[in-house]
């Protein structure tokens, strides 16, 4: 099992930066994608960036590169979404995941792919 939580949401103004951070609770041996995804007020929930178990391989849509950033800290277990530039569009609720990989350099990008949530966290970016 693998319990998650995010936390670093809040309010910001537009141009202003924050940084998410997921902390995970892995019960069960394995390698594991992290992702970020993000649900805006009245659409789908969307992938922001994810990042492999051994930390070199990532990802990032399209709206999210050369914005944010992803890290993930293997001795705290920790995975980070700094995010830059934060436009009034990147209000959301944001969620870290969790999917186990059969390696630790595979990821996923697809929120079917993955098995564990957390709770989310608000993310509100003022005009």
């Known amino acids: 099992q693998v319990y998650l939580a995010e936390s670093g949401g809040g309010l910001v103004q537009a141009g202003g930066s924050l940084t998410l951070s997921c902390a995970a609770s892995?019960?069960?041996?394995?390698?594991?994608?992290l992702g970020w995804f993000r649900q805006r007020p009245g659409k789908e929930r969307e992938c922001v960036s994810s990042?492999?178990?051994?930390?070199?391989?990532?990802y990032y849509d399209d709206f999210a590169k050369g914005r944010f950033t992803v890290s993930r800290d293997g001795a705290k277990n920790t995975v980070d979404l700094q995010m830059n530039s934060l436009k009034p569009e990147d209000t959301a609720v944001y969620y870290c995941?969790?999917?186990?990989?059969?390696?630790?350099?595979?990821?996923?990008?697809?929120?079917?792919?993955?098995?564990?949530w957390g709770q989310g966290t608000q993310v509100t970016v003022s005009a």
């Open positions: 995941a969790a999917g186990r990989t059969p390696n630790s350099v595979e990821l996923f990008i697809t929120a079917q792919q993955y098995e564990y």
């Open positions: 892995v019960g069960t041996p394995g390698t594991f994608a």
């Open positions: 990042i492999s178990w051994s930390g070199y391989k990532t």
